[in-house]
């Protein structure tokens, strides 16, 4: 068998598809570790064996070790790992993009770059949320007017399908139990779907931090998509495990979360999503999965790497 250092590094086209991995696994009480291309979880009850590569993000919940070669082959995948807190609250992710390009990333960083088209493009996130309203000429102040009250409605109209008693959002940062059972499932649910949103974000290759609605923190552009599925997806699912009980709010939140994310094809319609915001139809995206290395030029021509071009200079 070949050691971890003469492995050569994956090639995008060697990879699993994002849209194609499984949203996310959760583990806790284990110790992760790496053979071969695997990871492996071993537990009291013994060991199991889990594609690297078919992972979107790895949940690593109380109780759990990870080894560094088992860090170093979800890296290579494309995998974001998150170290989930008690019942899901808090996380730290990180990831490499299943992409070499850096094509996504600097069409992002020009549409956000631009106060015009920066706007243009909270618009169109508002208007993948709520299709039969036109948000055309909304200022960024009424269009978070409007965002609110959207979601205020949602609140109200799951707690009416499903017979939920709804007081309120009611969120104590780093109390989970401080919320009554949907408020907890609204939380678990919030929380999974920013990690779904972090491992698509990173595999693609763009920015966590240049958000279009979201600013001035680390995950910016991560909220802004996770964001586009909340009363799509998120609310009425934690509506649905409030309404079945108060107990073990959690993890029953993330296993019917997992399930309407796999139902939904939530990881294809992500990745489809974030192309058209940042290369919207009739812009070229070329370049998206090339594995190559170029330089700027003047008049932002790009030329190949790996040449000296001091013979092409007039001294």
């Known amino acids: 068998m070949t050691t971890v250092a003469q ?53 690593l919940g109380p109780g759990t070790r990870i080894t560094h070669q088992a860090m170093s082959v979800l890296a290579e995948s494309g995998a974001a790992v998150a170290w989930v807190g008690e019942q899901g609250v808090r996380y730290y992710a990180g990831g490499r ?27 169109a996130m508002y208007r993948l949320r709520f299709p039969e309203e036109d948000p055309s000429g909304l200022s960024r102040l009424e ?3 409007h965002e609110g009250k959207r979601v205020r ?22 109390d989970f139990t401080a919320g009554d059972a949907p408020n907890q499932a609204v939380t678990a649910a919030g929380q999974c779907m920013y ?13 966590t931090g240049l958000g279009f609605v979201h600013s001035g923190h680390e995950l910016s552009f991560v ?27 959690g993890s029953r939140t993330r296993r019917a979360l997992r399930d ?18 940042l290369v919207p139809e009739g812009e070229s995206s070329d370049g998206e999965n090339d594995d190559r290395v170029t330089l700027q030029s003047d008049r932002d021509a790009a030329v190949a790497a790996g040449k000296n071009y001091a013979d092409e200079m007039t001294w």
């Open 7 to 59: 492995r050569h590094a994956s090639s995008p086209r060697e990879l699993t598809r994002v849209a194609e991995r499984i949203s996310f696994l959760y583990l806790e009480r284990c110790v992760v570790h790496r053979d071969d291309n695997a990871i492996t979880a071993e537990d009291a009850d013994g060991t199991s064996h889990i594609p690297a590569a078919t992972i979107g993000t790895l949940l």
């Open 97 to 123: 993009a299943l992409s070499r390009s850096s094509a996504l990333l600097e069409a992002q960083a020009s549409r956000w770059a631009n106060r015009r088209t920066r706007l243009e493009v909270a618009r």
């Open 143 to 145: 269009l978070l007017g």
């Open 153 to 174: 409605d949602c609140y109200r109209q799951q707690a009416e399908r499903t017979g939920v008693r709804w007081r309120g959002r009611q969120y104590v940062p780093g």
């Open 195 to 207: 990690g779904v949103a972090h491992a698509v974000v990173a595999a693609l290759g763009c920015s």
């Open 223 to 249: 909220l802004d998509i996770a964001d586009l599925y909340k009363t799509d997806i998120g609310i009425p699912v934690a509506f649905d495990v409030a309404a079945e009980g108060d107990h073990d709010i």
């Open 260 to 277: 309407a994310i796999n139902r939904t094809r939530l990881l294809d319609r992500c990745v489809n999503d974030i192309k058209q915001l």
